[in-house]
């Protein structure tokens, strides 16, 4: 087994490429620029652009992985609703390249996508329901997936997943729970919107789903998210109990105050039981993660 990982600079990427590491299972690490994860041997990293389709395709025809894990995405919802364009050259054609790359030395594809594609009418959402994308961003993780679900090579899976979060080294993006942990021990107040249901997924989790597939040789899509759906206040509620604090500020407000480009589906999460007994998947809760994201920023930091 041989794991070619895009996006290995990104939070998953880091986290995958940290499960092989442990397995001792060999893999190819890429991302655009330079390497940012000490942790991850420079004999193992290869800078790679992926709108460049040719320097793909060369790529996994020199190093025949045996799967790819793409992570790498345009996941801003609104920059991507502003830069329609963009987002289809990363997030679809890209992606069709690497697939198409993959199935020429027979390697599985794993794409990862996003609770997104349901609008957030009927959650918690299985593998087979209907999708029905309500932004730019959201259509194109649909259009990612339709690569595969109507290709006639079945050698291939997708890792649906919601609000990911932890940390790692260099990384430019924050996430709700990290917001939370630096904000309520301070006792300031944190704007919310109360109409938006969601269920964080613990980065290490969905770096071992993401493996398992792999190693078990299975196929088709996975839901892997974290366990319990919750208001974005009852999550952040979540993060003061973990921390024990006592009183948190919490100002709640709709999310059509705030005037984002981009619609997002109110209420996603996900039926895990395809992946529990496939997988054996069991995702920790909020207040299991945060001691363990805890001692990853005293690690990281």
């Not at 894990?69 to 996941?75: G, S």
């Not at 594609?117 to 959650?123: P, T």
């Not at 493996?211 to 196929?219: A, D, H, Q």
Request: negative net charge; contains cysteine; aromatic residues 8%.
């Amino acid at each position: 087994m041989k794991i070619l990982i895009t996006g290995s600079n990104g939070l998953l990427g880091q986290k995958i490429v940290k499960r092989c590491l442990k397995h001792h299972i060999s893999f190819i690490a890429t991302s655009k620029g330079v390497n940012r994860n000490p942790e991850c041997p420079s004999e193992n990293y290869i800078e790679l652009d992926l709108v460049n389709s040719e320097e793909v395709e060369a790529l996994i025809k020199a190093q025949k992985p045996t799967a790819i894990i793409h992570t790498a995405a345009l996941t801003n919802v609104d920059y991507c609703e502003l830069h329609p364009e963009e987002c289809y050259f990363v997030n679809v054609r890209a992606s069709n390249v690497l697939f198409e790359a993959a199935k020429k030395v027979k390697a599985h594809f794993q794409l990862l996508s996003t609770d997104f594609v349901f609008d957030g009418e009927n959650g918690p959402y299985k593998e087979d329901d209907t999708v029905n994308p309500l932004s730019i961003y959201a259509q194109s993780k649909v259009d990612a997936e339709e690569l595969l679900l109507n290709d006639s090579d079945t050698n291939w899976s997708i890792a649906r997943t919601i609000i990911v979060y932890g940390t790692g080294f260099g990384l430019s993006r924050s996430n709700m729970i990290l917001w939370a942990l630096e904000a309520l021990p301070k006792g300031e107040v944190m704007k919310l919107v109360d109409d938006q249901f969601r269920a964080p997924t613990w980065a290490d989790d969905l770096a071992y789903g993401c493996v398992e597939i792999i190693k078990r040789n299975e196929r088709g899509i996975f839901h892997l998210s974290g366990p319990v759906t919750r208001s974005v206040k009852a999550i952040v509620e979540e993060v003061g109990k973990a921390l024990e604090l006592e009183n948190i500020a919490i100002e709640t407000i709709s999310s059509t105050t705030l005037n984002q480009a981009a619609k997002r589906p109110p209420r996603t999460g996900f039926d895990l039981s395809k992946a529990a007994q496939k997988l054996d998947y069991l995702p920790l809760d909020i207040q299991e993660s945060i001691p363990l994201l805890l001692r990853d920023i005293d690690y990281y930091s």
